[in-house]
């Protein structure tokens, strides 16, 4: 450890900051699809367009993913908490049962999600423990007036609700 904060009060802090949360897939080289769930989404520019996210250095499945060079970003709904936990989990069936269509790269677009955001690998720097992963734009899309988005908050999954007024 080379540092003098505890890991238990930093992951405590940091759950106390609200983060979206998304699935990341992709495929390998072989065209086996994998996915990651992660907090750690960002906008990063909007001209060029670019996004990132930081996945650890030791995820398996960034690892597969990144062989393609190309990734997909897909924004969970509110009632989509079974996808969070399911690609959370280490292993090689999280596809299983999953009725996935392809992105225009080839990246896997999971049903019933909110937002969908198609890219190639811009960059990927290693920053601490983790990836820092930029992806340059190349399609998005979303549903037309989401009410429900899900946030992780406190270690668990909460729902935002859109106001109405
Ligand atoms: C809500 C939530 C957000 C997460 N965010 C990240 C993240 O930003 N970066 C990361 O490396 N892992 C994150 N994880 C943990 C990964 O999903 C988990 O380690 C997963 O097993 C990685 O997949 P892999 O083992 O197949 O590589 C998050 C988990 C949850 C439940």
Same mark, same amino acid.
């Given at each position: 450890?080379?540092?003098?904060?505890? *890991?238990?009060?930093?992951?405590?802090? +940091?759950?106390? #900051?609200?983060?979206?949360?998304?699935?990341?897939?992709? @495929?390998? &080289?072989?065209?086996?699809?994998?996915?990651?769930? %992660?907090?750690?989404? =960002?906008?990063?520019? +909007?001209?060029?367009? +670019?996004?990132?996210?930081? *996945?650890?250095?030791?995820?398996?499945?960034?690892?597969?993913?990144?062989?393609?060079?190309?990734? @997909?970003?897909?924004?969970?709904? &509110?009632?989509?908490?079974?996808? @969070?936990?399911?690609? #959370?989990?280490?292993?090689?069936?999280?596809?299983?049962?999953?009725?996935?269509?392809?992105?225009?790269?080839?990246?896997?677009? +999971? *049903?019933?999600?909110?937002?969908?955001?198609? @890219?190639? %690998?811009?960059?990927?720097?290693?920053?601490?423990?983790?990836?820092?992963?930029?992806?340059? =734009?190349?399609?998005?899309?979303?549903?037309?007036? &989401?009410?429900?988005?899900?946030?992780?908050?406190?270690?668990?999954?909460?729902? #935002?609700?859109? *106001?109405? &007024?």
């Amino acid at each position: 450890m080379t540092s003098e904060i505890n *890991p238990a009060l930093f992951r405590s802090v +940091l759950g106390h #900051a609200p983060t979206s949360v998304v699935v990341v897939t992709g @495929c390998d &080289a072989s065209g086996q699809p994998f996915g990651i769930t %992660i907090g750690s989404f =960002v906008s990063v520019s +909007l001209d060029p367009p +670019l996004v990132g996210f930081l *996945p650890g250095t030791s995820s398996r499945s960034w690892n597969a993913i990144q062989e393609s060079g190309h990734f @997909c970003v897909n924004i969970l709904g &509110a009632d989509q908490e079974d996808l @969070c936990w399911k690609f #959370a989990k280490e292993g090689d069936d999280k596809f299983e049962g999953i009725n996935w269509t392809p992105s225009s790269t080839g990246s896997p677009v +999971l *049903p019933g999600v909110i937002g969908v955001i198609d @890219c190639s %690998i811009e960059s990927q720097d290693v920053v601490g423990d983790h990836y820092f992963v930029v992806g340059r =734009v190349a399609q998005m899309s979303h549903v037309e007036n &989401a009410d429900t988005a899900m946030v992780f908050f406190r270690g668990k999954v909460v729902s #935002a609700t859109y *106001p109405t &007024a």
